[in-house]
């Protein structure tokens, strides 16, 4: 069945740097856009970055252009979300997405920037 397992979030001093990744199974993972997603407490789920299957086109909110990088590895099933600079309104817990027959997410990995 489809997976998405998401990894290496944590606590981090603001400016520091993480390294997220989604790593994927179920499905084959070169054929799909994936989206990076995350959700405050008592926010909305916004999107963060979108790689499409290839890697040919990347965008990013606002909030994160110049900070955080997407990418992924097609032949690992893994895509990762480079995250430099981090502020105290990135906090959030962090998902990845993939669009199939319906959405399907990971379980989420929480990112928590706090001195």
């Known amino acids: 069945q489809v997976q998405l397992v998401e990894s290496g979030g944590g606590l981090v001093q603001p400016g520091g740097s993480l390294r997220l990744a989604c790593e994927a199974s179920g499905f084959t993972f070169s054929q799909y856009f994936v989206r990076w997603y995350r959700q405050a407490l008592g926010k909305e789920r916004e999107l963060v970055a979108l790689?499409?299957?290839?890697?040919?086109?990347?965008d990013y909110a606002d909030a994160v252009k110049g900070r955080f990088t997407v990418s992924r590895d097609n032949d690992k099933n893994t895509s990762y979300l480079q995250m430099n600079s981090l502020k105290l309104e990135d906090t959030a817990v962090y998902y990845c997405?993939?669009?199939?027959?319906?959405?399907?997410w990971g379980q989420g990995t929480q990112v928590t920037v706090s001195s």
């Open positions: 997405n993939v669009l199939l027959d319906v959405n399907y």
């Open positions: 790689i499409t299957n290839a890697g040919g086109y990347i």
